[in-house]
């Protein structure tokens, strides 16, 4: 399969342990914030979202949570499971009426059996 | 199930060729948006378009043009393809407005000799 990003920062991790991963934003003024998963060769797939009235947000597997006085996001899977193994990207909105997302650089999250 | 459908999975084009890269969504869309992507340079927006025959240029759009006669379509133009512009293509499509997520094709991995 065609390689995201020979660069990302990676996490390893063994099967059916939690997963972590983070991010850190720069602007303030973020209020909308995303993750994606990205598999081998594919287009990145949303996997859920959070405002920036929340702190937490639960889905199956998993939850982000958002820490706004540090600037800081994350992304909770539980259980990780081999099909979990992807590129990980958070997005944010800065609030213009354009809906602009920027892009972070990805973190390779990489099962173990 | 929407979809935003890139037209190619594999592309492979010789220098100086002009190349189009389409993309429909089935959505009702307003916003259309052309990324790259390359190792370890993450996501970079060559173009996007929040309705029809507009166009806005990204952060990389030297070498590129675009087209969107129809709402449900952008089609990305390589004028002269170059070997520097060897890349994964990524279309995505969003509401107008503020607080939406992308939803991403499937990409087309575009090789030019």
């Known amino acids: 399969g065609e390689s995201v990003g020979l660069h990302l920062p990676t996490l390893s991790v063994q099967e059916g342990d939690n997963s972590i991963i983070n991010c850190a934003y720069s602007?303030?003024?973020?209020?909308?914030f995303i993750w994606y998963k990205q598999e081998s060769g594919k287009g990145p797939q949303f996997i859920i979202d959070i405002r920036s009235n929340m702190d937490k947000r639960q889905g199956q597997r998993v939850t982000v949570l958002l820490n706004k006085t540090v600037k800081h996001l994350s992304l909770q899977i539980a259980a990780t499971q081999p099909g979990d193994s992807a590129v990980y990207f958070c997005?944010?909105?800065?609030?213009?009426?354009?809906?602009?997302?920027?892009f972070g650089g990805g973190t390779r999250l990489m099962v173990k059996p | 199930d929407v979809k935003v459908t890139q037209s190619s999975r594999y592309l492979v084009k010789r220098t100086g060729e002009k190349v189009f890269l389409e993309c429909v969504q089935d959505m009702d869309h307003e916003n259309m948006f052309w990324y790259r992507q390359d190792p370890g340079l993450g996501l970079r927006l060559i173009y996007f378009s929040y309705d029809v025959k507009m166009k806005e240029k990204g952060d990389i759009p030297e070498g590129y043009s675009v087209s969107r006669e129809k709402k449900e379509r952008f089609s990305l133009i390589l004028e002269s393809a170059s070997t520097n512009q060897t890349s994964m293509y990524l279309c995505?499509?969003?509401?107008?407005?503020?607080?939406?997520?992308?939803?991403f094709g499937s990409g087309t991995r575009l090789t030019v000799v």
């Open positions: 602007n303030s003024a973020s209020d909308y």
């Open positions: 997005a944010e909105n800065i609030g213009n009426a354009g809906n602009m997302l920027t």
């Open positions: 995505a499509s969003s509401l107008l407005g503020y607080g939406y997520g992308y939803t």
